[in-house]
């Protein structure tokens, strides 16, 4: 008996460890390094966790932990409340919907891919707070922040591929 409960923790740790790892990735987001201006343009890591696990991972990355994910980002950045949520789900809802494209293909168009969608999530962002600020905000440290994102992308998949292979298995 007591092996089947290790047994269960053990699957329900494997199963919420996406969510985990991206809460663990939003933190090392919002982290602050002493590094002036690096806030601003910081690689968006929640967002390649979501594009990581939308195309990968779906049935363990449901809609509402990235809502939550994109909520506390919102709250940990200083961003106003629901601009992160909603491009995450934006970005979550996409990349889900075409994910039949995603499979099997090379990783150079996963890249291509994301570098895609992160530009359509930084713009939507940028335009989300212009929005709420009724003024058009400089869109510099957003293009900075995209390019920042996009080129540590690999880097980031390569780690959350090799975490797949070790803990979950396929189902």
Request: proline share 7%.
């Amino acid at each position: 008996m007591k092996r089947s409960v290790w047994l269960r923790l053990d699957t329900l740790a494997r199963q919420l460890s996406p969510f985990a790892l991206s809460l663990l990735l939003l933190v090392l987001h919002v982290v602050p390094l002493g590094v002036p201006g690096l806030p601003q343009v910081a690689p968006l890591l929640p967002l390649m966790a979501v594009y990581h696990w939308a195309i990968y991972r779906p049935d363990l990355m449901p809609p509402a932990a990235v809502f939550v994910i994109g909520l506390l980002q919102d709250a940990l950045t200083g961003v106003p409340v629901g601009i992160n949520a909603a491009v995450l789900l934006l970005v979550y809802g996409g990349v889900t919907a075409q994910r039949r494209f995603f499979v099997g293909k090379s990783f150079a168009v996963i890249w291509m891919s994301f570098a895609m969608v992160a530009a359509v999530a930084a713009l939507a962002s940028w335009l989300l707070a212009a929005l709420y600020h009724v003024t058009l905000l400089d869109a510099r440290p957003v293009l900075v922040q995209f390019l920042l994102t996009a080129a540590v992308y690999p880097a980031l998949a390569w780690a959350l591929v090799r975490w797949q292979q070790a803990f979950l298995k396929a189902e």
